[in-house]
Structure formats: structure tokens, C-alpha cells
């Protein structure tokens, strides 16, 4: 594979695997070094074959993990293997090296039953396609990397995997058909309260992720057409509009913090939490999470209306009357000094503001990290933004943005940026994918991350 072939191999196919990787240059290599190493500093070092004199730096913030290591690998192999056909056609060659993608992801986390796990994702693939009885269907299924069926009569996947009957034995959430490491069929499982354990997962397949140990995958496709891949009790892959994208947790949850004064790491992972569930909800969302020192800045383009906290609210108010005095409108300037001359709640109940005081209500005083996850992705669901103070307080739910003059984003894209000058900002769209904004030392917006 030659130099320039290669380069844009990792530019353009595994760079937007792993969020937050960028190129960071290159260094000379000899024949001794492996094509895919760690390096100094959270780098990879990568080269296409060990003959190869040079290595490009691949760098993030996190460290790489075992998987990811394994899978750019893995990805390298296919990939030469590809290089020695010579294929001239784009599309035929595209096609192979999606392929050859998928085959890296599902070997980068196991070495048995991996053509199982591909023969699965194939089936699965061709149901995203199809309907039964005019709707699209929701499957999960199992491999059990650590059985081997000794049933006389056995069934594999292969049998049934196509049949309509199929379609109606799982859900993909609570109910999974499984499968021994060779394809043969185990037995039906339905998930009802599995042992509590850590997962980093959307909330909805949250018993799912517990029980997919190092030994267990699980597989799951959803009503929108995506397939998820569960293992070691995460989210660890998934297909979703065409593309496979591999889910680095710790490196988005570490990306939050930038340029924040004062954070928790609680606080970040609920804020990832929910734009998660959000986006497995398949529910628009624009969440925000504001820099110690920036509340008051940001409380500038927050309505008074929308506010939830009273501390806030009282720094809402003591903005809106200095900005009264500055007025030579007196007019003006009497009609704010009314509307804030009144009591938090007095405020609320005179002008009726029922959404403000029932999401109040709800949430009763609890900062993000406490509240129930289900309610914290149908809160952030909401028309508008959800803005969350340094320390988890939420500050507003379905806030409208006095976005900046000029803007030409959509509604949730041009809250997201204006906002990200205060801290971070996540916007997640109806088809799943999470971007995430703040600002750069000039203080100029900058994408962080691109997951989805």
C-alpha cells in the first residue's frame, strides 16, 4: 500500500471511528516496529506493514483501550488485504472496505465466533430493509461465546433467521433469542431484573448491558433500522445511517470538561447519559452545560419565563433591573421594573407560566445527577433547550435561545453554538447523532465531538 493510498485510509475511515482522534504528524520506523503500537501521550502509532519506514501519529485526549488497539489492527489487515486486489471500481472497492470495517469491529472484541456474530449482522441487515405485516421490526439476539450446544437435533441461525415467524419472538429490549458461538440455537431469554452492575448504555437496553459480559455479545436491531452491538456491559458499536461508529465513552465524557472551570465527573456522565438516551430515543435535544464563571452571561439569552431554579431566576432579575436603568425609555424600563418587582413564585403564578411550574415541580429541587434517567431524557425532549449550571443545578428546561444576529443554523444547531460560548453544548438530532460545540481560546466556537 503506498503512502498516499494509506494516509487516506486512516483520514477518512478510521479517524471518525474514535471520537476525538486527530493526525498529529509523523515518525521515521524500521522493520522492528509493530504496524500498530501505542504511543507517547494517549498516541497510536500506525503504519501499513512492517517494512514500512514511517509511522502516522493518530492522538486523542483518552488513552486507547485494548478493543480499539486490536480493531485498528485488525482494520490495517483487511485493508492490505483489499490493497493487493488493485480494484479499480470506487464502488465495488467501498463496498469491501465497509466490509472489512465490520469484520475488524467484531474481531477487535473476540477471537471465536466471530463469523457467527457477521452471519448475524447480515440477517440482521437484510431485515432493516423489510417489514412484516407492513411494519419494520425490532430483533435481539445473543451469542454465547462461551457455550457449545450439545442438542442432537440442532437448530442454527441460519435456518431461521430469515423466516417471518422470526420477526415475532423478540424485541430487542427485554427479549433475546440465543445462540452458541457456532450459530446453534441455546434458547429464548427474557430479561426481567438482572444483577445491578456498571453499564455505559442507553438507559431503554440497560438490562441488556449487564448481562453482556466478556463473554456474552449481544445484537440488537432497532425499529429505526439501526444495529447496536453490546459487550464487556457497554455499548460498544453500532450501525446507524449506513455507517458503523465505535463509542468511546470515557473520550466524550473527558471532552465535556473543555474549557470548563469546575466539574464532576457525575455531572458529565449524566450530561452524556442523557444525550445517549436521547439519541436511542431517537428525540431531539439541545443540553447545555455552563462554565463556572459564565451563569450570568448565559442567563442573557435565557427568557425569565423558563427559568426553574429561584437562585437563578434572582440573577435573572438582578440583570433585567440593571439593565432597566440603563434605559432611556422609560417606558420600558417601569414595564421590567414591574414584572420583576414581584416574588419568585408571585412572578410564576401572575403570569401563568404552568410549564415552568409543573417541570418545577417534577423536578422538585434535584440537581441531574439525581433524577430518574427516563425523566431526564423526556425533560430534555422538550421544545427548547435543557441548560445545566457547573454544578448539575438545571437552569431551564425547553428554554428558547436569544441565539446570536445572523445565525442561519436550524433552531437547535444555532442554540447549541450560541450557548457553547459559555461552557459546552450537545445538540442531538431525530436521527441520533450527538455533536457536541464549545470554544476555543479566542473564544470562537469549535465541534468537540461527532458521534452517530
Keep these: 500500500m503506498v503512502k498516499e493510498e494509506f494516509y487516506d485510509i486512516v483520514g477518512k475511515l478510521i479517524v471518525p471511528l474514535f471520537t476525538g482522534s486527530y493526525l498529529a504528524g509523523e515518525l521515521e520506523s524500521s522493520s522492528r516496529d509493530l504496524e500498530v503500537a501505542l504511543g507517547k501521550g494517549n498516541s497510536i ?11 502516522i501519529v493518530l492522538k486523542r485526549g483518552q488513552a486507547f483501550k485494548s478493543f480499539e488497539v486490536n480493531l485498528i489492527r485488525a482494520i490495517i489487515h483487511e485493508f492490505n488485504e483489499i490493497s493487493t486486489l488493485n480494484i479499480k471500481d470506487k464502488m465495488y472497492l467501498n463496498k469491501l472496505q465497509n466490509m472489512a470495517i465490520e ?12 463469523s457467527t456474530i457477521l452471519g448475524i449482522i447480515n440477517g440482521l441487515e437484510k431485515w432493516a430493509a423489510r417489514t412484516y405485516e407492513g411494519s419494520t421490526v425490532a430483533l435481539g439476539i445473543l451469542v454465547n461465546l462461551g ?46 431484573n438482572p444483577k445491578a452492575v456498571p453499564t455505559v448504555s442507553p438507559h ?143 412572578f410564576l403564578n401572575r403570569n401563568k407560566y404552568t410549564k415552568t411550574m409543573a417541570i418545577r415541580r417534577i423536578v422538585a429541587g434535584k440537581k441531574l445527577f439525581e433524577l430518574d434517567r427516563k425523566l431526564v431524557e423526556e425533560m430534555t425532549s422538550v421544545d427548547g433547550a435543557t441548560i445545566v449550571d457547573y454544578d448539575g443545578t438545571i437552569i431551564a428546561v425547553g428554554a428558547i435561545i436569544k441565539i446570536e444576529a445572523g445565525s442561519q443554523a436550524g433552531g437547535r444547531l444555532a442554540a447549541s453554538t450560541t450557548m457553547a460560548k459559555y461552557g459546552v453544548s450537545i445538540k442531538v438530532s431525530q436521527d441520533g447523532i450527538m455533536q457536541g460545540f464549545s470554544f476555543d481560546k479566542q473564544n470562537k466556537v469549535k465541534q468537540i465531538f461527532y458521534v452517530g
Excluded at 104 to 113: K, M, N, Q
Excluded at 161 to 185: C, I, P, Q
Excluded at 266 to 278: G, M, P, V
Excluded at 326 to 336: D, E, F, P, V
Design 45 to 55: 502509532l500506525l503504519k501499513p506493514t512492517k517494512m514500512d519506514d514511517y509511522r
Design 147 to 192: 457455550a457449545n450446544s450439545d442438542e442432537i437435533n440442532q437448530v442454527h441461525y441460519t435456518e431461521i433467521l430469515n423466516s417471518d415467524f422470526f420477526a415475532l419472538f423478540t424485541d430487542g429490549v427485554s427479549s433475546f433469542v440465543e445462540f452458541d458461538k457456532n450459530g446453534v440455537l441455546l434458547g429464548y431469554l427474557n430479561i426481567k
Design 204 to 346: 431503554v437496553f440497560d438490562r441488556l448491558a449487564r448481562i453482556c459480559n466478556d463473554k456474552r455479545v449481544g445484537i440488537v436491531l432497532t425499529e429505526k433500522g439501526d444495529i447496536l452491538i453490546f459487550y464487556s456491559r457497554q455499548l460498544i458499536f453500532a450501525k446507524r445511517n449506513g455507517n458503523w461508529c465505535v463509542y468511546s465513552h470515557d473520550e466524550v465524557i473527558r471532552l465535556l470538561q473543555n474549557n470548563v472551570s469546575y466539574t464532576a465527573k457525575q455531572i458529565r456522565r449524566a450530561i452524556y447519559n442523557t444525550a445517549l438516551d436521547c439519541s436511542f430515543a431517537y428525540k431531539g435535544a439541545c443540553i447545555v452545560y455552563i462554565n463556572k464563571d459564565k451563569t450570568l452571561d448565559a442567563l442573557n439569552h435565557i427568557d425569565a419565563a423558563d427559568i426553574i431554579s429561584e437562585e437563578h431566576f434572582n440573577m435573572k432579575k438582578e440583570l433585567e433591573l440593571q439593565e432597566a436603568g440603563k434605559l432611556y425609555n422609560l417606558g420600558n424600563a417601569t414595564k421590567i421594573i414591574e414584572k420583576f418587582s414581584l416574588s419568585y413564585e408571585d
Design 103 to 114: 469484520k475488524a469491529l467484531i474481531e477487535s472484541i473476540t477471537d471465536s465466533g466471530t
